[in-house]
């Protein structure tokens, strides 16, 4: 096996931030490379100058064309990276929400001069991928109606269709069953054994340590270090990462307390399978984390609109701490006392164009400590925003720097700080760790047992299986809108609920 890329010196700044500094990295071909490091550390940004959404202040990149001969990269430019076979699925997806699952995984790869499409062509290689990879999508629905797991399986369909060389995976596994993450890697193993090189990027160092070769640590926009799989162990690897040893969140045993939450019979007649739910009953008591585990698309999306207040049931009655709910708006589960830490964090967590200091308030404009007679007390809001930053490390350019400026990590910090310091009766965790590093994952954890410790109920909605069997006291599984409880926490047991295995 050669080299089939080559790294070189590769530097990025934004004003005075320093997001990568001098990195080399090199890919063999058939190897499979995890790219680790914390939130900011930047793996992404990294990535980004490869695939040529970014253009480095120095450096250089060598990629092997057809006969195996490095040759200079042009930088900057996408098409560049795509004709020398290197594809990318995006952490954050780069997807026409208005068009269809076939039409997203084909545009851009048709020459604009061809009048017609060969549709039935491009539809007969996308299932033949499919049928590979153990992948699967809708291809004739719109990208719109579908959820984040789904989306990010059109993705990664995309750039295989593209027959690419070189992979680069974001978070590639963050909505699979474990059953589908390891049939993935399977099949992308097969693959490597055919000549395609891989570079993921992954929080699940379980993952990590089973399907890589070799593992680079970026810290500090620094290559910290590499080392062969082998070698590794996951103490070893969050050394590299944060520098010291990781705390562990061990979940002491609690008596569970008087319920906070109760759905009896709940439905919901959604437009499809992953937007409805299904005589859906559960109850989640103080001192309590209930668990919900399923696969992305499965009625998780209904069952925290119902909750956040966002949905009204078609059937069945929800209460929150003996009061029966009979409007469904947001600000009446807020004034109920239901916090929640909802899955995508950028559309429907803050709003981007106000500021930190303005999101950390924007759920308590009510409130009298916030608003005088309409009037916005803005020392106030800018004096919590000073302390929630401090106390919730979120690392930015200040609290009057618009949201959309922070990276994904630390509008995560921003959310839990404006939920935990309420002490809300229930929290709402919907992925609270998804795309999280080692560090700001435990300290999530650590936030959520805390707020259980102190009396919340906390309703973890995760397809982060390991989450929920290290944070949850009960777990129910969901599938196609309807709620099992789980009698086991074996995980392959649990996984094969998840994947509608219930007998």
Do not use: C
Not at 449 to 466: K, N, P, T, V
């Amino acid at each position: 096996m050669g080299k089939v890329l080559s790294l070189n010196g590769l530097s990025k700044r934004f004003g005075s931030v320093v997001a990568n500094d001098s990195v080399d990295l090199d890919l063999q071909e058939g190897e499979v490379l995890a790219l680790l490091g914390e939130n900011g550390a930047g793996k992404t940004t990294l990535m980004n100058m490869l695939f040529g959404h970014y253009m480095p202040d120095e450096g250089t990149v060598d990629v092997a064309n057809a006969a195996g001969e490095l040759q200079p990269l042009a930088l900057g430019h996408p098409q560049a990276a795509l004709a020398a076979g290197i594809g990318m699925v995006h952490q954050h997806f780069t997807l026409a929400e208005n068009l269809n699952a076939l039409d997203n995984i084909v545009l851009g790869s048709e020459p604009l001069r061809l009048l017609r499409r060969d549709r039935a062509g491009a539809r007969r290689k996308i299932k033949q991928i499919m049928a590979h990879t153990g992948l699967s999508a809708q291809l004739d629905v719109p990208v719109g109606r579908m959820s984040v797991g789904e989306r990010q399986r059109v993705e990664i369909l995309k750039a295989l269709y593209r027959d690419v060389r070189i992979l680069v995976l974001d978070e590639p596994t963050a909505v699979l069953t474990p059953q589908e993450a390891d049939t993935l890697f399977d099949n992308i193993g097969a693959m490597t054994r055919e000549g395609l090189s891989v570079i993921f990027i992954s929080h699940k160092l379980r993952e990590v340590l089973a399907f890589s070769h070799r593992i680079v640590v970026l810290r500090h926009g620094v290559k910290a270090g590499e080392i062969a799989t082998r070698d590794a162990d996951e103490r070893v690897i969050a050394r590299m990462m944060v520098g010291a040893d990781t705390p562990e969140t061990p979940r002491e045993p609690m008596a569970p307390g008087a319920p906070v939450l109760t759905l009896q019979n709940v439905s919901v007649a959604g437009r499809s399978k992953r937007d409805s739910l299904e005589n859906v009953t559960l109850t989640v008591r103080r001192h309590e984390v209930l668990g919900i585990a399923g696969v992305s698309g499965n009625g998780q999306s209904a069952l925290a609109g119902v909750i956040s207040g966002l949905i009204q049931p078609t059937a069945g009655e929800v209460i929150v701490d003996h009061v029966s709910i009979t409007r469904y708006h947001p600000q009446t589960m807020i004034r109920e006392g239901i916090g929640r830490i909802p899955e995508d964090r950028h559309h429907d967590g803050i709003v981007g164009a106000m500021s930190v200091a303005e999101n950390l308030v924007i759920e308590r404009l009510d409130d009298p400590e916030v608003q005088s007679n309409g009037l916005l007390k803005r020392d106030a809001i800018r004096a919590n925003a000073e302390r929630l930053v401090a106390d919730y490390d979120v690392r930015g350019p200040g609290v009057q720097a618009r949201a959309r400026l922070l990276s994904g990590g630390n509008i995560q910090k921003l959310i839990l700080a404006r939920v935990f310091e309420q002490n809300p009766k229930l929290i709402l965790a919907n992925q609270p760790t998804r795309g999280l590093d080692l560090g700001a994952a435990a300290e999530v954890a650590r936030r959520l047992l805390q707020a259980r410790a102190d009396g919340s109920g906390i309703l973890l909605i995760s397809e982060d299986l390991d989450e929920v069997l290290n944070l949850a006291d009960r777990i129910m599984v969901i599938h196609d809108g309807k709620l099992f409880e789980s009698q086991t926490r074996d995980r392959e047991e649990v996984g094969l609920m998840m994947a509608g295995k219930t007998a």
